[in-house]
Structures are given as structure tokens and as C-alpha cells.
């Protein structure tokens, strides 16, 4: 178990080397702030999946298990006008099954 210790003085433990850690903490950033305006239903459910797994502190792996709805959710994000390309990425990632 290795022990990372930020800036701001937070310390995560995982098993993840750091590039690894860091790329799964900013795709669940990523999708927080993507779903962060929904109050009811799939977005708000997908959005507490996401910074529940960004909070965890002991053993971080960032995974997040979606329902086939909330990957259908996150699907129709690709309907969006003016994508970024991390975005259109986050929704490949996020709607493989």
C-alpha cells in the first residue's frame, strides 16, 4: 500500500502508482462536474458515485459501478454542443460495457 500525501495536506492511501491515482481522481473530478447540476434521478445518483469514490481516503481505486441507466444517461451527454475532447473521452470510458 503506498501512502500519497497532497499539498493541501490530505494523504490517500492505494495501491495505484501516482500517474495512475492522478488520472482516476481527475476522470471522477471530471465526471462530479459533469453531473453536479442534477438533483433527482440518474445524474444526481452518478454524480454521488463519483465524489464518494473521489473521497475515499483508505485503499483508493476510483472505480464507480454504473447502472445500465446511468451509462445510457451519460450517453445522451454526447448530445451536448461544445464537447471538450477529456469530455467526449470521459463518455467513452464511462459507456463501454
Known sequence: MKKYTFSNGDVVTSELNADELMERM????LLRVMTEGYETGEGHSICNKALRAYNKVQNFTG???LTTLE?????????????????IELIN?????
Do not use: A, H, N
Not at 451509462?71 to 469530455?87: A, P, V
Open 63 to 65: 472505480i464507480i459501478r
Open 26 to 29: 481527475r476522470r471522477l473530478d
Open 71 to 87: 451509462k445510457d444517461f451519460i450517453g445522451y451527454m454526447r448530445e451536448r454542443s461544445f464537447l471538450t475532447e477529456e469530455e
Open 93 to 97: 470510458f464511462y459507456t463501454r460495457y
